[in-house]
Nanobody
Framework: QVQLVESGGGLVQAGGSLSLSCVAS????????MGWFRQAPGKEREFVAA????????YYADSVKGRFTISRDNAKNTLYLQMYSLKPDDTAVYYC?????????????????????WGQGTQVTVSS
């Protein structure tokens, strides 16, 4: 059974930084692309960043490009999201996600429909 557990959220002032982690278990982590999504109150879940199974390819939403960095440590079964220059608009619950099907080399996914497993989420609040 695949499990994803996020951590690292919290309250930070605008301009500050936070680092999120997502520990995966239940299968071979390195065979699957991974992604981060977020959902703000009253809004739909939106894509944040994605990474290929090796970590060699990354893709970002325009809203976070240049401020967020997605990475992974396959030896530790862990996905990361480093967030810099945070803005109040970044306030949301952040989720890591994984697809059910094996990922091709270099592949990444930015649609929520491409993901089958989701963590419980971690709250990020950015105060102005």
């Amino acid at each position: 059974q695949v499990q994803l557990v996020e951590s690292g959220g919290g309250l930070v002032q605008a301009g500050g930084s936070l680092s999120l982690s997502c520990v995966a278990s239940g299968r071979t982590f390195s065979r699957y692309a991974m992604g981060w999504f977020r959902q703000a109150p009253g809004k739909e879940r939106e894509f944040v960043a994605a990474i290929s199974r090796s970590g060699g390819t990354t893709y970002y939403a325009d809203s976070v490009k240049g401020r967020f960095t997605i990475s992974r440590d396959n030896a530790k079964n862990t996905l990361y999201l480093q967030m810099y220059s945070l803005k109040p608009d970044d306030t949301a619950v952040y989720y890591c996600a994984a697809p059910a099907a094996l990922s091709l080399s270099g592949a990444y996914y930015y649609r929520a429909a491409d993901y089958d497993y989701w963590g419980q989420g971690t709250q990020v609040t950015v105060s102005s």
